[in-house]
């Protein structure tokens, strides 16, 4: 009883902040459909505040070091971290960014659990506006690169949903998706593709396996004075 009145009401508020910390960073993995998103965030936050706090109430009780098991949440977050990391085959990484922010969520539960937590919340809405806005740039510089690409197939039922199911797992990355007949018994797909080298290879390389494609061509600035696209075969582009 005699702790409860005393860490009650500073709990409640760094739980509080905990929460609030938590769940901005949160909302925001939630809302782009990244792994540890709202309820994984706020249960990390909360509970790297839990632990400092109670580091530093059995310090202050056996004598002995108050940060001993704080310092441990450092390298213990790390495991948590590593199991969002992904290397698929193609040897894209993925989950990099979603393992640096629990890490930063860890940082930020600490910070709230040490007595700190105005400028947790301060660091958590400046961390939320940088995320928020370093994701726009990477759309603008992506789509800035963005190529354009044509697909010519025969136009069949089977093979415009095979078609559409290997564009929909890049749905991120593809921009002005349309298919259309071209009144000869095939389907001409048009659409621009706004991802990274890796990701651009893993694409072709599925459209490449669908049995009924005639040509994939990709349609590149034209030179000065042309005023058509220049169509450039890009089945060279998939190899290794």
């Known amino acids: 009883m005699e702790h409860m009145l005393r860490l ?5 508020l760094k739980f509080v902040v905990a929460v609030l910390c938590g769940g901005a960073i949160g909302m925001e ?3 782009t459909g990244k792994p540890a998103g709202l309820r994984t965030s706020i249960v990390v936050c909360v509970g790297s505040m839990l632990f400092t706090v109670m580091s530093s109430e059995m310090g202050k009780a056996t004598g002995g070091e108050e940060t001993r098991i704080a310092a441990q949440i450092v390298t213990g977050i790390g495991f948590l971290g590593a199991g969002v990391i992904l290397r698929e085959k193609n040897g894209v990484v993925r989950g990099m960014t979603t393992a640096a922010m629990i890490w930063l969520m860890a940082a930020l539960g600490m910070m709230i659990g040490a007595g700190l937590p105005i400028i947790a919340m301060a660091l958590t809405a400046a961390s939320v506006i940088m995320i928020l806005s370093l994701r726009r740039v990477e759309e603008y510089v992506h789509f800035r690169q963005a190529r354009e690409f044509v697909l010519h197939a025969a136009d069949t039922i089977q093979l415009r949903e ?5 564009v929909c797992d890049f749905n991120t990355n593809i921009r002005d998706f349309s298919i259309a007949s071209d009144g000869s018994g095939k389907i001409v797909v048009r659409f621009r593709f706004a991802g990274r080298q890796q990701e651009h290879r893993e694409l072709l390389r599925d459209l490449y396996k669908i049995e009924g494609i005639t040509g994939l061509s990709e349609l590149v600035k034209s030179p000065r004075g042309s005023k058509e ?3 450039r075969e ?7």
Do not use: F, K, N, Q
């Open 234 to 240: 890009i089945s060279g582009d998939i190899e290794e």
């Open 162 to 166: 095979r078609v559409t199911a290997v």
């Open 29 to 31: 993995r939630e809302t």
């Open 8 to 12: 009650g009401p500073e709990l409640a």
């Open 229 to 231: 696209p220049v169509i």
